[in-house]
Nanobody
Framework: QVQLVESGGGLVQPGGSLRLSCATS????????MDWYRQAPGKQRELVAT???????NYADSVKGRFTISRDNAKNTVYLQMNSLKPEDTAVYYC???????WGQGTQVTVSS
């Protein structure tokens, strides 16, 4: 059974930082590229960042230079470091293996003063 458990969200002021974590089980983590997605109210879910098996990364233009995706294969966990947060980053953030349609419950990020 695949489980994806996102955590680390919360309320932060504009310009602040958060670090999201996604603990995985039920997949062979080291053999899977991983994605972070987000979904804002009334909007479609969008791909934010991807990290390959070898550690290569890609980002949406809207977060490039502010967000960093990383992985810890020993802990079967993928992270999203988010800096210089903006109100438009407010969304529920989800992680998933790139090639599978498994989703966790997500973690809410709210950027507001």
């Amino acid at each position: 059974q695949v489980q994806l458990v996102e955590s680390g969200g919360g309320l932060v002021q504009p310009g602040g930082s958060l670090r999201l974590s996604c603990a995985t089980s039920g997949i062979i983590f080291i053999l899977n590229a991983m994605d972070w997605y987000r979904q804002a109210p009334g909007k479609q879910r969008e791909l934010v960042a991807t990290i390959s098996i070898g550690g290569s990364t890609n980002y949406a233009d809207s977060v490039k230079g502010r967000f960093t995706i990383s992985r810890d294969n020993a802990k079967n966990t993928v992270y999203l470091q988010m800096n210089s947060l903006k109100p438009e980053d407010t969304a529920v953030y989800y992680c998933k293996p790139t090639r599978y349609q498994y989703w966790g419950q997500g973690t809410q990020v709210t950027v507001s003063s």
